[in-house]
């Protein structure tokens, strides 16, 4: 079936709708994509359809060895915590310097208070509220550079968000909680206490990830919420 899509130019289009659908789960992991499926679902010439899929190998949506047909990035437990751990080293640094400016940005409350909205009303899908919020963080530092190197890990956290939260193994009052807390602790100039209660936020979420995807959950994934217990 040929998809519609809005048309930038032909090869950003279709880079960004296939990108879309592997976050949406349109295409299972490892699953092959090669340039005559894109050009037949596209409408496209080969041309276009290859150049959309180097593109997205290079963004690390698809993955190509020696050659072969690209395939949809498969992650497993080892490439979560990577990607979780290098997260927490950008993102730890940010909130100590936000914290030394007492600047919580009202981006990210604006992000919490939906995520609270949809949990209340049933709906676990806040992969983008959640990652805004993260990203407003960043982004308040005002460092172009921070903000791409955050920017280029983009699309494997937010895969890693949709499978586990997709899974309903993190519950939202948890991070709705924990988001708050971040925000309180950074306007109350603690560094270190957001520090602390970041590394725990996304150790909870890297070590259920890594358990989801057949690895073995480290002891992070079932420790209580601080932030929970805070206001209790």
Known sequence: MV???????????VAD?????????AFAPDSPLTEADVASRYDVARATAKAAIERLVGEKVLVRKNHKTARVVKLGPDDVRDIYRTRAY????????????????????VANDEIDTLWHAGEWDIVEPDMRFHTS??????????SAVYGSLAFEVRLCMAQLQGSQRLSPEIIVAE?????????????????????????RARELLAGALGGKPGPEAYLPSSALAATA
């Open 17 to 25: 709708d296939l990108r879309k659908q592997v976050l949406d789960g």
């Open 179 to 203: 988001h708050a807390q971040l925000l309180t602790l950074i306007e109350a100039g603690n560094a270190d206490g957001a520090a602390s209660l970041l590394d725990e936020h996304l150790a």
């Open 137 to 146: 963080l960043i982004d308040a530092l005002d460092s172009p550079r921070t």
């Open 90 to 109: 950008l993102e730890s640094e940010v909130l100590r310097r936000l914290a030394e400016r007492r600047e919580a940005p009202e981006q990210a409350r």
């Open 3 to 13: 998809r519609n899509i809005v048309v930038t130019s032909v090869i950003d289009a």
